[in-house]
C-alpha cells in the first residue's frame, strides 16, 4: 500500500515538472505568447473523459512531450561546467570502472581483518584498557560499514548496469545506504579523534592520567561516538531523497528512480558545510596538532633510549631496566595510533576539502567533482577501516601474542586430544 502511495506521488511528480516546463515557457520573456494555457489544460481534461475512460500515465506523457515538441520548448540546461576537466578525469574514470571488484576484495578482507580485531581485542590482557576498548568500537563501526557495503557494490557494478530500468526498490536502498554508510563512518571519525585525545593526555598529563582517563570516561566517548553521528547529519536527510526521470522509450514511457540532492539553496549549502567542516576537516586539523606532538614525543623518546645506552643505564639497575622496557612498549603504542592517525588524514582530508568546495561553488561542482571522485574516495575510506589489523600486527608485539594464542586455541578445540589407553602410563599390570 506504502509503495502505491509512493508511486502515485512519483508519477504526480513527473507530470508536474512536465507541466512546469510548458507554463515556464509561457511566462518567460523568450517565450511563445501565442500558447494559450487554459486551452492546453482543457485538452488534456477533454482526453481523459473522451468515452467515460480514464487517462493514463504514458498517454499523458506522450500528450505534454507533444505539446513540447510541437511548441518548440525545451528546459533550462544546467549551466556549463568546466570543474575538473583534463587527463586526470579519464583515469579517474578508468578506476570507477573496476571501483567494484577492489571495493568487494577490500570489504571482505575489512570485514574478516576487523572481526579478527574485536576477537582479539575482547580478551582479557586486552580488554582492560581504554585504549583498547576504543580500537575495538572502532572494529565494529568499520565493520557495519564493510558488510552493508557489500551488497551495494554488487548491486550497483555488477548488476544494474545490465539493465534498463531503475526500480524505486533500489532508489530507496540507496538513500538507505547512503545514511547508514555516513553515520556509522561518522561513529569511526569520532572514535579515532576520541583514541587520539586519549593518547595525548595519557602522555602529556602522565601522572595524572588515571584521574583522568577512566573507564566512565571511556564510555562516555563511545558512547557519544554513536550518539553525535545522526545528529550531525540531519542536513543531508533533509537535502537528499528519491528523484523520477522520464525516458520515452518505443514501447512507452519509463520512470526511472534515482537519489539525487534538491535544487541548490541554503540548505545544500548548509549541508555540504557541516559535513566539510564539523565532520571532516574540524577532526582533521585536531588530528594533524595531536599527531605532530606524538611525532615530536616519538622522536624525544628515541633520543632519550639512545641517551640511556650509551651510558649503559639499563645494564646494572633492574629497576631502570624495566623502566627501560616499559618506555620501549609505550613508545610502540604511541607509533601505532600514529600510524592510524595519519591514514585516517589521508583519507579524510581530502573529501573534507572536496565537500568544502561543493559548499563554496555550488551543485556545478558538486556534480561534476565530488561524483567523479566518489568511488576514488569510497576506496580510500574501506581501505583505511581494512588495514588497522596489519597496522596492529606488524607494530604491537601484545597483540600478535594474543592473536597467535587466539588461533592457537581454535586449533586445539578443532582438533580433540586422543583417547588415553591402557599403555599408556608408568603402571604394569601383572
Not at 20 to 31: D, I, R, Y
Not at 189 to 206: D, E, G, H, N, Q
Not at 229 to 257: K, R, S, W
Amino acid at each position: 500500500m506504502a509503495y502505491e502511495e509512493n508511486n502515485t506521488s512519483n508519477i504526480t511528480q513527473a507530470l508536474t515538472n512536465l507541466f512546469e516546463e510548458v507554463l515556464f515557457a509561457t511566462e518567460s520573456p523568450g517565450g511563445n505568447k501565442s500558447l494559450n494555457v487554459s486551452q492546453f489544460l482543457s485538452a488534456l481534461k477533454e482526453r481523459s473523459t473522451r468515452h467515460n475512460q480514464e487517462i493514463d500515465f504514458g498517454t499523458l506523457v506522450k500528450l505534454v512531450d507533444g505539446w513540447r515538441t510541437k511548441l518548440n520548448l525545451t528546459k533550462n540546461s544546467e549551466p556549463l561546467c568546466n570543474y575538473c576537466d583534463g587527463n586526470f578525469r579519464d583515469i579517474v574514470l578508468a578506476y570507477n570502472s573496476i571501483h567494484g571488484y577492489i571495493s568487494l576484495i577490500v570489504c571482505v578482507f575489512g570485514s574478516l581483518a576487523n572481526a579478527l580485531n574485536v576477537a582479539v581485542l575482547t580478551r582479557r590482557d586486552l580488554a582492560a584498557a581504554p585504549i583498547n576498548r576504543l580500537l575495538k568500537w572502532l572494529a565494529v563501526a568499520d565493520v557495519f560499514v564493510m558488510m552493508e557495503y557489500v551488497p551495494f557494490a554488487i548491486y550497483r557494478y555488477l548488476i544494474l548496469p545490465g539493465q534498463r530500468e531503475m526500480p524505486y526498490k533500489w532508489a530507496a536502498y540507496l538513500l538507505f545506504h547512503m545514511h547508514f554508510a555516513q553515520i556509522f563512518h561518522t561513529a569511526s571519525i569520532c572514535l579515532t579523534l576520541s583514541l587520539a585525545v586519549w593518547r595525548y593526555i595519557a602522555i602529556k598529563y602522565s601522572d595524572r592520567s588515571h584521574i583522568l582517563c577512566t573507564e566512565r570516561r571511556c564510555s562516555t566517548a563511545i558512547l557519544s561516538s554513536f550518539i553525535l553521528p545522526p545528529i550531525l547529519c540531519i542536513p543531508t536527510y533533509m537535502v537528499f531523497d528519491i528523484h523520477t526521470a522520464v525516458v520515452l522509450e518505443p514501447n512507452g514511457p519509463m520512470i526511472l528512480y534515482h537519489v539525487d540532492s534538491d535544487e541548490e539553496g541554503q540548505l545544500f549549502k548548509l549541508n555540504f558545510w557541516v559535513h566539510a567542516v564539523l565532520i571532516k576537516l574540524l577532526p582533521c586539523c585536531i588530528l594533524t596538532v595531536i599527531s605532530l606532538w606524538l611525532i615530536k614525543e616519538v622522536y624525544s623518546a628515541n633520543e632519550h633510549q639512545k641517551r640511556i645506552r650509551v651510558n649503559n643505564a639499563c645494564a646494572n639497575d633492574k629497576a631502570k631496566k624495566r623502566q627501560c622496557k616499559g618506555d620501549k612498549r609505550t613508545n610502540r603504542t604511541t607509533k601505532m595510533l600514529l600510524a592510524v592517525l595519519l591514514l585516517f588524514l589521508v583519507t579524510e582530508l581530502p573529501q573534507g576539502i572536496l565537500g568544502l568546495m561543493s559548499g563554496a561553488l555550488g551543485r556545478c561542482f558538486f556534480k561534476r567533482c565530488y561524483d567523479l571522485f566518489g568511488e576514488l574516495m569510497d576506496a580510500l575510506a574501506l581501505l583505511n577501516g581494512a588495514i588497522n589489523f596489519v597496522l596492529y600486527c606488524s607494530m604491537s608485539r601484545q597483540f600478535r601474542m594474543t592473536f597467535r594464542q587466539l588461533m592457537w586455541r581454535a586449533q586445539l578445540h578443532r582438533w580433540p586430544p586422543p583417547l588415553p589407553s591402557h599403555s599408556d602410563g608408568l603402571h604394569t599390570y601383572v
